[in-house]
């Protein structure tokens, strides 16, 4: 079992940054991948970013390429979203994800889920 924790979500202003951590705990990471999905009202899950463990594949979807960043500490079972140039459209509940294998941006892959943090980008 993993278990996943969120955490720096909150409110900013249009132009501004946030960074969202994922703690993760509960047993071997090294086979895991690690995704940002992001959901607002209304709409579909979306994956945001994803990133091997190894670090030697990543994801963004084409709306934060060149402004999210996804990012891990394997040491501290970490992994980060750096949120730069933020848009009222990002505004979502934000959800660490971990499956196995390669990435994907299939939702039902991710195994393993948080509780979400919420992020809203005022205009």
């Known amino acids: 079992q993993v278990q996943l924790v969120e955490s720096g979500g909150g409110l900013v202003q249009a132009g501004g940054s946030l960074r969202l951590s994922c703690a993760a705990s509960?047993?071997?990471?090294?086979?895991?991948?690690m995704g940002w999905f992001r959901q607002a009202p209304g709409q579909e899950r979306e994956l945001v970013a994803a990133i091997r463990w190894s670090g030697d594949e990543t994801y963004y979807a084409n709306s934060v390429k060149g402004r999210f960043t996804i990012s891990r500490d394997n040491a501290k079972n970490t992994v980060y979203l750096q949120m730069n140039s933020l848009k009222p459209e990002d505004t979502a509940v934000y959800f660490c994800?971990?499956?196995?294998?390669?990435?994907?941006?299939?939702?039902?892959?991710?195994?393993?889920w948080g509780q979400g943090t919420q992020v809203t980008v005022s205009s």
């Open positions: 509960g047993r071997s990471f090294s086979v895991l991948v």
């Open positions: 994800a971990a499956a196995r294998g390669v990435v994907t941006t299939t939702a039902a892959r991710y195994e393993y």
